[in-house]
């Protein structure tokens, strides 16, 4: 059982930034990914960013360059700092949590209820 809670959204200018926190909380004694993703009414769901236990990091090639993910494992805590905002990146952020099977035999994925950003031209 695992809660997750985003925080960090807001409203900005383009080109601002705003950094995000996503905070696992609940007893799994077992590794994970984390990643955030981000979501338009109307619009499929996007993968923005994820990073693995060992920091290895992945990027959309929308964001790279821009945003950068980090993790604290020993706060269960993941963050997104985005520079260089744009307009077409407003979205509703969602943090993830991801154990594909590979960390230990449970099997499972977590998504936190979203943080809304809103970029202004």
């Known amino acids: 059982h695992v809660q997750l809670v985003e925080s960090g959204g807001g409203s900005v200018q383009a080109g601002g930034s705003l950094r995000l926190s996503c905070v696992a909380s609940?007893?799994?004694?077992?590794?994970?990914?984390m990643s955030w993703y981000r979501q338009v009414p109307g619009r499929e769901r996007e993968f923005v960013s994820g990073i693995e236990p060992d920091g290895s990091t992945t990027y959309a090639d929308s964001v790279k360059g821009r945003f950068t993910i980090s993790r604290d494992n020993a706060k269960n805590t993941a963050y997104l700092q985005m520079n260089s905002l744009k307009p077409e990146d407003t979205a509703m952020y969602y943090c993830?949590?991801?154990?594909?099977?590979?960390?230990?035999?449970?099997?499972?994925?977590?998504w936190g209820r979203g943080t809304q950003v809103t970029v202004s031209s």
């Open positions: 609940g007893y799994t004694d077992c590794k994970y990914d």
């Open positions: 993830r949590v991801h154990n594909p099977g590979e960390y230990c035999p449970w099997r499972f994925a977590y």
